[in-house]
């Protein structure tokens, strides 16, 4: 059973960093695609951004493009989101989830995805 775990949230100042990891166990990341979603209080779940499964293409949402960047490192079984130059509006409960596919581009959709992490908290204020 595939199981996802999230670290690096945390409290930082606008403009500043964060790096996310998604980090899996029980089975290979190999032939999932990843992707980032989060949830701010009283807003529904939104994507934020994906990986794909064996090609390495990411996608991402208009509002962090430029900002956030998804990488993968297969060896680790792990998925990083890189975000810089953080706002106020990225504060959030980050998830990542994990969708059985080797198709080229994943997919933004997360009704696709069937396997969760429990999230970790993302607070961008001054």
């Known amino acids: 059973q595939l199981q996802l775990v999230e670290s690096g949230g945390g409290l930082v100042q606008p403009g500043g960093s964060l790096r996310l990891s998604c980090a899996a166990s029980?089975?290979?990341?190999?032939?999932?695609?990843i992707g980032w979603f989060r949830q701010a209080p009283g807003k529904e779940r939104e994507g934020v951004g994906c990986i794909s499964s064996n090609h390495g293409n990411s996608r991402l949402a208009d509002s962090v493009k430029g900002r956030f960047t998804i990488s993968r490192d297969n060896a680790k079984n792990t998925v990083y989101l890189q975000m810089n130059s953080l706002k106020p509006e990225d504060t959030a409960v980050y998830y990542c989830a994990a969708d059985y596919s080797r198709s080229i581009l994943c997919t933004g959709d997360l009704t696709q995805y069937n396997y969760w992490g429990q999230g970790t908290q993302v607070t961008i204020s001054s």
């Open positions: 029980g089975v290979t990341l190999d032939g999932y695609a």
